[in-house]
């Protein structure tokens, strides 16, 4: 085997949304684009995931410009997002309509990959995202949300990725969101892989546990075609291993990556001055660099423990945090196991915070109750039929693809929006976030005032009240 590595660079997406909390601004980017482009990178993952929301949220910048201001910046690399498969961007199923839209403007808006995933890694969420990224000339990236459970073994993964490749997948991602994947475990689940799929493999990890560099060295002796680094700036902690060590390591082998050490240190250079300006607004917060195995012992992703001492601290309970973290695996176990990534983990986690705090399944939020009721998707183990019961008393749970019960409802969001969308990209942003995206089209359009920028850093909430009056925090996870 003598192949190059290939990189896909995070900066300008994922680097600062595990780190900065997503508030990067279009004016950070664009100086150092052309220094980017310069390198060689496979892709850069530069959109989707939190930014969507973030830039009409924080930063009062509208994301369909942001996406094409980078395209025409970064001419010779290709360009990737990130897609929660049937929640597209936003927090909720939507229907086939609306995904095949969303997957047809991002690529006519630049985007060349498209990584999809599903948080139950059920893949009857991912065929319409899949079938329209194909259909629109994108390159389709099928994510595997990776964890570990009774359920989730190699041949779990390896039938899960041959699956995909046989629905249309022109790639395989191995999406390792909350660093569990250890280094001989990826050298394992890469070589079985490699045997069974002919379709390239990407890895994804971060660094969270510490041990992501030695996660990449292990795939890339395994075969692995393609893994996700960020340049040193905004490198490791919560973020994805440094780029600069990882071709630096591999020089001279029979994986060089081919990336030149001087193009990456000038990039570098700029995006240091960039995570400095981030410091100075208050956005980086240095715990994200921290090295925190208690994600091993509890496999609570970076941005899932902020949501957990969120919730405790707003219930002056504080000093439940262990009880709390001990909860979670019995509440994932009760629910079948899913992975821990967005929206699942904030489940499990308010989940969790309520069992201590008021006593076992004593309450439910509503999220809970569809998770339970299957209307999130096939959850990958048995479920806990008494807490099931619980939950949604006799109701009969979801059996089918969750988005076969939704009516097509693109035409009612061009309805709701015919006085104020100024293109097909304005009513997408509204049936995603409606009530963030009509106040960014007020200011955008001259209708308000601008905001004050918003105070940065902690992690975006919404809140939900039970009916037990109980308030519970739903934080958009940042590992995702």
């Known amino acids: 085997m003598s192949t190059r590595l290939k990189i896909t660079d995070t900066i300008l997406r994922d680097a600062h949304q595990s780190q900065a909390a997503t508030r990067m601004t279009l004016e950070d980017m664009l100086p150092g684009c052309e220094l980017l482009d310069a390198v060689g990178f496979y892709s850069l993952e530069c959109w989707g995931g939190a930014t969507f929301d973030s830039c009409m949220r924080f930063l009062n910048e509208d994301p369909w410009e942001r996406l094409r201001a980078l395209r025409k910046a970064l001419p010779n690399t290709k360009l990737q997002m990130l897609l929660r498969g049937q929640n597209i961007l936003g927090y909720k199923h939507y229907a086939d309509d609306v995904v095949e839209q969303f997957c047809r403007k991002s690529v006519e808006n630049g985007i060349d990959i498209i990584r999809i995933f599903d948080a139950l890694n059920d893949t009857r969420n991912m065929e319409a995202a899949m079938k329209y990224t194909k259909k629109y000339g994108g390159t389709c990236e099928a994510a595997i949300s990776y964890t570990t459970s009774p359920v989730h073994d190699e041949d779990y993964f390896v039938k899960l990725a041959k699956e995909l490749e046989q629905m249309g997948a022109d790639i395989i991602c191995i999406k390792d969101m909350a660093n569990l994947l250890l280094p001989y475990d990826a050298f394992s689940l890469v070589s079985k892989m490699k045997k069974e799929i002919s379709v390239p493999i990407h890895l994804h990890t971060h660094n969270t546990t510490g041990t992501g560099d030695m996660v990449y060295l292990m795939a890339a002796q395994a075969g692995v075609d393609i893994v996700d680094t960020a340049l040193s700036p905004l490198a490791n902690g919560t973020a994805q291993p440094a780029t600069e060590a990882l071709v630096a390591t591999l020089k001279g082998t029979d994986r060089d990556t ?223």
């Open 258 to 480: 081919g990336l030149d050490m001087e193009a990456l240190s000038k990039a570098a250079a700029y995006f240091r001055g960039v995570a400095d300006s981030l410091k100075e607004r208050g956005n980086l917060d240095p715990k994200v660099l921290r090295v925190d195995t208690n994600t091993l012992l509890y496999q609570v992703p970076g941005g899932m423990l902020s949501n957990l001492i969120s919730q405790l601290k707003q219930a002056k309970a504080e000093d439940k945090y262990y009880e709390v973290l001990q909860e979670v695996p019995r509440v994932r176990k009760d629910f079948g196991y899913p992975p821990l990534v967005t929206p699942t983990s904030q489940i499990v986690g308010s989940q969790a915070v309520l069992n201590v705090l008021m006593g076992r399944y004593k309450s439910f939020p509503k999220e809970s109750k569809g998770l339970l009721r299957g209307e999130y998707g096939q959850v990958p183990g048995e479920v806990n039929e008494e807490v099931r019961k619980l939950a949604i008393g006799d109701d009969a749970p979801i059996t089918c693809r969750p988005a076969d019960l939704i009516e097509p409802e693109l035409e009612k969001y061009r309805e709701e929006t015919k006085d104020f969308a100024k293109s097909e990209e304005d009513v997408l942003s509204y049936a995603l976030f409606p009530a963030v995206a009509k106040k960014f089209f007020d200011v955008r359009d001259g209708r308000v005032e601008a905001p004050t920028p918003a105070a940065p850093a902690t992690p975006k909430t919404s809140a939900n009240v039970d009916a037990n009056g109980v308030r519970t925090l739903y934080v958009q996870d940042m590992t995702v």
